[in-house]
């Protein structure tokens, strides 16, 4: 239950992250922290990777989700705009998190793919949600895949920045049952307690569906506020925190 500190600082901002590993046998969450985006140094980028079955896509996305946001269509549509006060710069920051979150997923889906079809490789099935906000001069931008959540507070109120995507939500059962799984006892078929995160293969099987329209999607879904001036913070979290 020892917490680790970590912290990271600039473009008028203070970020810091506090994480524990608590009664799992290993630590399966990460995080990214980073002030200055390497390639657009007026934007921030920080976010909550919770993994469960194991640890590694959440590492996997802790290390590398900034390499594939930096690499994504829609980030350099973003660097290109001359004026990124419009409400197409907010557009295009929530469409390269979307596409990022993608490319993480289909990279290490086709690694899946090969070592489930050489019978010798270990096969990982491990999966996690993510949490992502990116701060601009003019927007605060949220990606959410899964069950974490982030709120923003203003004024002294909060604004809720992400919704959870449940197996028993609509949208997400419809989504489910098309790809050939079921929702029983809130989970996907009868296990898995999200309805979209990064991994989690296993439920990635139907090979006649993009990767969107499996039973567990890594689409996400964006929130984003223009900035005002009485914005106080910006809070993601695991869903164990809002839980209890």
Known sequence: VEKQLDDDDGNGLEICVSDMQGWRVSMEDSHTIMAHIPDQPDCSYSAVYDGHGGDRIAMLAGRTMPDHLMEAAAWADY????????????????????????????????????????????????????IACITTPTFIVVANVGDSRGILSRGQRTEAMSYDHKPQNPVETARIERSGGHVSMGRVNG??????????????????????????????DIEWRRRNGTEEFVLLACDGVWDV
Not at 87 to 112: S, T
């Open 79 to 130: 660097r290109a705009l001359e004026d990124k006060t419009t409400d197409e710069a907010a557009v295009l920051v929530g469409e390269a998190m979307k596409q990022a979150f993608l490319a993480i997923d289909k990279k290490h889906y086709a690694a899946y793919n090969k070592a489930r079809a050489s019978g010798t490789e270990r096969v990982d099935s491990s999966g996690c949600t993510a």
């Open 191 to 220: 296990d898995l307690a999200v309805a979209r995160a990064l991994g989690d293969y296993d439920y990635k099987d139907n090979d006649g569906l993009e990767l969107v329209q499996q039973a567990v999607s890594p689409e996400a």
